[in-house]
């Protein structure tokens, strides 16, 4: 959306960002695993000596696959009673095939 607008401000075609995206298919459990860990867990790359941060905005919380983590921590701007505003996994890969390439991860788990 946004490259479209900044062509059309610029009156030009084609890529706005062509180094800012690379496209592979994650094909094993272990592949999918490492994913999420960076997903999650890649503020640790910078800061790897604070404790584990509270992004009010995050729903990072909400992730049923965290070793360490408070089961019952809700983000702040979720009601309580109201539901959780993510979708689940479709494909078994995301929604349990990755624990078969390591498990949980931690909160402490600095990605690869």
């Not at 960002?17 to 690379?22: A, I, P």
Request: net charge positive.
């Amino acid at each position: 959306m946004l490259a479209r607008r900044i062509n059309g401000a610029r009156g030009t075609k084609g890529r706005v960002f062509s180094d800012r995206y690379h496209a592979r298919v994650l094909k094993t459990p272990t592949e999918v695993r490492n994913a999420l860990c960076y997903v999650l867990n890649n503020w640790r790359h910078h800061r790897s000596d604070q404790p584990w941060p509270t992004d009010p905005f995050s729903s990072g919380a909400l992730f049923d696959g965290w070793i360490d983590a408070d089961a019952e921590a809700r983000p702040a701007w979720l009601d309580d009673g109201e539901p959780i505003p993510i979708a689940r996994p479709k494909r078994w890969l995301l929604r349990e095939g990755w624990r078969r390439g390591g498990g949980a991860i931690s909160t402490r788990e600095v990605p690869g």
